[in-house]
């Protein structure tokens, strides 16, 4: 199966801005207030589909990929610089407090958050540096910049080939689990290739009739539904290896049917609230929110430690309502401040390099 390439512009989809606050919520509250169930891998979910569909949109509106017809090179050149422009110095900026901490992981480590490398150095360690844990996705989503524009050169504006890359995500954390282990497998790029091959299918199908019978929210409830009963189910079952390997296929499916149901329904963000000033405002500073958010946390139980003696009054301070109430205000605040100073600016600075194809007018939203 085929499709002609998607003809609509990148312009700005408040309803996916609004999604971003709500997958950059879900993870903070995960790592703040450790709920007894995952919800933190929803957002993770989330952020990655979104990536393949805004991060392809760009690849193949400008033909910025591996062979593309017209002459590559500039584009792909122009497609790095903008993504590097718009992740790399407010990440840096994040590992410059991370070091002053001192977080002891990033100190010893440098340069393999420099590199986009966290996600390995924590799967050798088998263990997630104190307060830095997070950055695994980060160097997850660089490596996909850097793979996807030859893939997307590769397999061409196909779905069938899309599918096939979903699979071999399935078949990897398969031979992972028999062959290796289940150590923390999810933290390998392979893993989430179905993540962002369905994100990109969203982006080839958009407007396609095929895909448009794939969008109701009841799927997309029903899909959550089911990932959620097989945590509970299947973890420490004797299916357990099984639903390991299934878990990302299943999380997988939830956050493309969630999105491309969203893309078709602007009534249904509507009802949800994604469309509200807050989760706008939020959305659009969901970078720094993920950033800062972990290291800020590491923060504030050293302070408590410091300041409160006893361990009962440690205890209520970093209970979940402190906890949220305390750094909640202050982590909007340096989302806002990282925004106002860094991204935005960044974002005005990164127009100055733009792709040879202007014909269209494009407002890259990722």
């Excluded at 539904?225 to 990302?248: I, M, Q, T, Y």
Aim: proline letters at 7%.
């Amino acid at each position: 199966m085929s499709t002609a390439p998607p003809s609509t512009p990148l312009a700005f989809r408040p309803e996916l801005n609004g999604l971003r606050a709500v997958a950059v919520g879900v993870v903070v509250l995960q790592h703040w207030v450790h709920p007894p169930f995952p919800f933190g891998e929803m957002g993770r979910a989330l952020f990655f589909v979104l990536s393949g569909y805004l991060v392809s949109g760009i690849i193949w509106k400008y033909g910025a990929y591996v062979g593309a017809p017209g002459g590559w090179g500039p584009q792909l050149r122009t497609f790095f610089i903008r993504r590097v422009l718009r992740i790399i110095p407010p990440y840096y900026l994040a590992l410059v407090g991370c070091y002053l901490l001192p977080l002891e992981t990033v100190q010893q480590h440098l340069s393999w958050f420099l590199l986009p490398g966290a996600n390995l150095l924590f799967y050798k360690m088998r263990g997630w540096g104190d307060g830095c844990g997070h950055y695994w996705t980060q160097a997850v989503d660089e490596q996909f910049y850097l793979l996807w524009p030859l893939v997307l050169g590769l397999v061409g504006r196909r779905v069938w080939p899309l599918l096939g890359l979903a699979a071999v995500a399935w078949a990897f954390r398969l031979f992972w689990l028999v062959q290796v282990g289940s150590g923390m497998m999810h933290l390998l790029l392979p893993s989430s290739l179905d993540l962002f091959a369905l994100g990109t299918l969203l982006r080839l199908g958009q407007r396609q009739a095929w895909l448009a019978r794939w969008r109701s929210g009841w799927l997309a409830l029903l899909a959550w539904g089911a990932w959620a009963v097989g945590v509970r189910a299947f973890d420490g079952s004797p299916w357990a290896l099984a639903w390991h390997g299934s878990f990302g296929t299943c999380i997988a499916g939830a956050a493309f049917l969630t999105i491309n149901w969203l893309l078709g329904s602007p009534s249904a963000a509507r009802r949800l609230g994604l469309l509200q000033p807050v989760a706008q405002w939020m959305g659009r500073r969901s970078y720094g929110f993920y950033l800062y958010h972990l290291p800020l946390f590491v923060f504030w139980q050293r302070l408590v430690y410091h300041f409160v003696p006893d361990a009962v009054g440690r205890t209520t301070w970093m209970g979940p309502l402190p906890t949220l109430l305390v750094l909640g205000p202050v982590l909007a605040a340096m989302a806002a401040a990282s925004w106002h100073f860094v991204e935005e600016p960044l974002d005005r600075f990164k127009n100055r390099f733009q792709y040879q194809k202007e014909s269209v007018t494009v407002a890259e939203t990722a």
